[in-house]
């Protein structure tokens, strides 16, 4: 298999803050969401896969080439919307599209029109005088149109009212289904991380928790009701991360029925988890999870 993205076991530190190691394979035609604590490293393993960062061990690949060297024809297949741009303020969005869209050759006017249209973007105002919504706005309408069969993008709706992230997830599933594309973006919505993610790469504090498809991830995490004639043991049972007097919660599904099943306890109840509560409970100190979900 070809790797859009080929992340092996990177490290940084910057200060008192250490990243990695990280591991992170991404498939062509996917959508992968960084999900993290705030400070967990998002923006820092974004920057890293760009060459922004130079990483202390282990090294990245984009599209089959080291990002280190003189080799940068990587560049041109990427798209990437850093979290605040430097050296935009003086210009217009009229005169900062007319000068990117001449670096593209795949430049999609028609859809830095509609994404003006859409967002109702002032294009003859100095991005510094713009809100800062209306600025992520813009620099989202000078980045997907490049076209680039890979787009990063770094907590691209932070500041975009509700409707507009909506509007935002429908120009992205459709900017996917037009071809072989992939994105990798950080963020903190929930609902844009439900809508549009195939993968959740998760981190905390620094620390790499695992990459995971997100269906999966839906199918194994079930909530039981476990009937009051049956106690529940007193050891932790396959798959169990945690309980409260009859209720279980386990992110092994088919492990824990299986095992409830061979000890003739039956379930009253049993609900998926919403992806908001399995993020949180991945999100919990390393120790109290029970990570084999793949
Ligand atoms: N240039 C820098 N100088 C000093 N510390 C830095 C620098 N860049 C990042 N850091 C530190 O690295 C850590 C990770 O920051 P990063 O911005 O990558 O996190 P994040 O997950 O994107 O956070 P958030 O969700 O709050 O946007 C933080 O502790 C931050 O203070």
Known sequence: MEYIAEITHIKKQIDDFHLGPIDLRVEPGTITAIVGNNGSGKSTLLKLIMNLVNPDLGNVKLFGTLVYGEDESWKKHIAYQPQTVIGWDAFNGKTLKDFIASLYPDWDEDLFHNMVSTFQIPLNKKFNKLSQGMQQKLNLALTIPRNAPLLILDEPTSFMDIPSKKHLIDILVHWMDQGDRSIIFSSHQ??????????????????????????????????????????????????EISRTDQQLISNQADRTEAFLMDEGMQWTKRTSLDLEDIVSLLLKPIETTNDEVT
């Open 190 to 239: 929930m609902e844009d991380i439900k809508k549009l993610s195939d993968y959740l790469f998760v981190l905390h504090n620094g620390n790499m928790i695992g990459n995971y498809e997100k269906d999966a991830l839906l199918e194994k995490y079930k909530s039981y009701w476990i009937q009051n004639t049956t106690p529940l043991p007193n050891h932790t049972i396959p798959g």
